[in-house]
């Protein structure tokens, strides 16, 4: 039931991508681009959707169980560190030079976009590549504090 | 045609507003489904960087949100045309640009879906800075790659 529910989230928010043009990768570049041809389309979907996403979040804050009668899971990290903003450029960088971000990436890989499936299978890299460096961080962290 | 006092030049062509913001609407429902239901965020990033650190009970529900999205343009199929897009990068660029999305998300703990429309939903400062940075980034990206390198 919950992966029931899950999958039709994930195909809504496919299908709200579609619509709203974001799955095109040079529309949002072309929003990207300030000093060219300014398209402010992807500004209207953020508008739209933080429209019913302060509504539902509102919502669910006041819950302390899902609908499902599950524990509400919502972040409580509050600090603004380096990482933060350092893995926040990385992103915008990567996403300036393709105009795809992790979600209408893998709507396009839906699409049967080739040159999806590279940008997916190099983003997943990127992905293992942070869990792979976050392990031996650990590790170090425990062997220091062995040490002290 | 390009006014040159106007700061901005809007591409009315190319301009969407009703359909972005229709669309803006059903990204905002999905998301309101996964919290009531799910009692989770609709951070793609973070859903998908979970399935690489699998843990009880945490891979069906992430498989599923993943399978959904990219099961989208079937369900769009049977109901309209589907839009075409263009993606206008080399695979070099895509292979950089992937490692940079898939590394930047996971250590900024978030991407446009996450900080960018649950975080801000939630009035999130820490949300509000990722988004800033990742705008403002890729702002400086595309004004390069387009206008001082001149692509």
């Not at chain 1, 681009?33 to 739209?48: I, K, N, Q, R, T």
């Not at chain 2, 990068?89 to 250590?107: K, N």
Request: charge should be positive; proline fraction near 3%.
């Amino acid at each position: 039931m919950r992966a029931l529910l899950a999958f039709v989230a994930g195909l809504v928010f496919g299908l709200g991508l579609l619509l709203s043009g974001m799955a095109d990768p040079a529309k949002v570049l072309g929003f990207l681009d300030l000093a060219g041809a300014w398209d402010p389309s992807l500004a209207f979907v953020m508008a739209g959707a933080i429209a019913v996403g302060v509504l539902a979040f509102t919502f669910a804050r006041r819950r302390t169980t899902t609908w499902l009668g599950d524990a509400m899971r919502l972040p409580t990290a509050s600090d603004i560190d380096r990482r933060l903003v350092v893995g926040s450029l990385l992103f915008g960088v990567g996403w300036g030079l393709a105009g795809f971000c992790p979600g209408p990436a893998l709507v396009a890989l839906g699409l049967g976009e080739s040159k999806a499936v590279v940008f997916v299978a190099a983003m997943l890299a990127g992905m293992a590549l942070f869990e792979g460096v976050e392990r031996v961080r650990g590790r170090l962290r425990e062997r220091a504090r062995g040490a002290a | 045609m390009r006014d040159s006092t106007a700061l901005v030049t809007i591409a009315w062509q190319a301009f969407t507003p009703w359909a972005s913001l229709a669309g803006g609407f059903v990204i905002g429902l999905a998301a309101a489904l996964l919290v009531l239901f799910n009692g989770r965020i609709a951070g793609i990033s973070g859903i998908l960087g979970g399935l690489l650190r699998p843990s009880a009970g945490e891979v069906a529900w992430r498989a599923a949100f993943v399978a959904g999205l990219v099961a989208a343009p079937l369900a769009w199929a049977l109901l309209a045309a589907l839009p075409r897009i263009h993606v206008q990068a080399d695979g070099t660029t895509l292979a950089i640009a992937g490692l940079l999305v898939g590394y930047g998300t996971r250590l900024g703990s978030g991407c446009t879906s996450g900080h960018g429309v649950c975080g801000l939903s939630r009035l999130s400062p820490r949300s509000l800075v990722a988004t800033l940075a990742f705008m403002a980034a890729g702002f400086a990206v595309v004004f390069v790659v387009r206008h001082a390198l001149g692509a």
